[in-house]
Nanobody
Framework: QVQLVESGGGLVQPGGSLRLSCAAS????????MGWYRQAPGKQRELVAA???????NYADSVRVRFTISRENAKNMVYLQMNSLKPEDTAVYYC???????????????WGQGTQVTVSS
């Protein structure tokens, strides 16, 4: 059993900052990638940022420079530092990870429950 739990969402004014955290727990053998997706009302879920175990990063063009993804591998944690937030960043943010359990040969994609980020004055 593997779980992803997000925290750190909330209400912030335009130009403000938030730091999202995601903790992976369970019978984890390897975590290959961790990342963040978001879904705004009426829109499809989109990739925000992703980070491989080797340190490669991938950002959506709309958040590049403003957002930073990082991992703390020893704690199975991934973070998203969000600066200079804009109203269009308002969405539910979901943690995602590609994880292989000890009883698996191939990894499985896992999702957190989501955390709401609202940017409004």
């Amino acid at each position: 059993q593997v779980q992803l739990v997000e925290s750190g969402g909330g209400l912030v004014q335009p130009g403000g900052s938030l730091r999202l955290s995601c903790a992976a727990s369970g019978s984890i053998a390897s975590i290959y990638t961790m990342g963040w997706y978001r879904q705004a009302p009426g829109k499809q879920r989109e990739l925000v940022a992703a980070l491989t175990s080797g340190g490669s990063t991938n950002y959506a063009d709309s958040v590049r420079v403003r957002f930073t993804i990082s991992r703390e591998n020893a704690k199975n944690m991934v973070y998203l530092q969000m600066n200079s937030l804009k109203p269009e960043d308002t969405a539910v943010y979901y943690c995602n990870a590609l994880i292989r359990r000890y009883d698996q040969i191939r990894p499985t994609d896992y999702w957190g429950q989501g955390t709401q980020v609202t940017v409004s004055s």
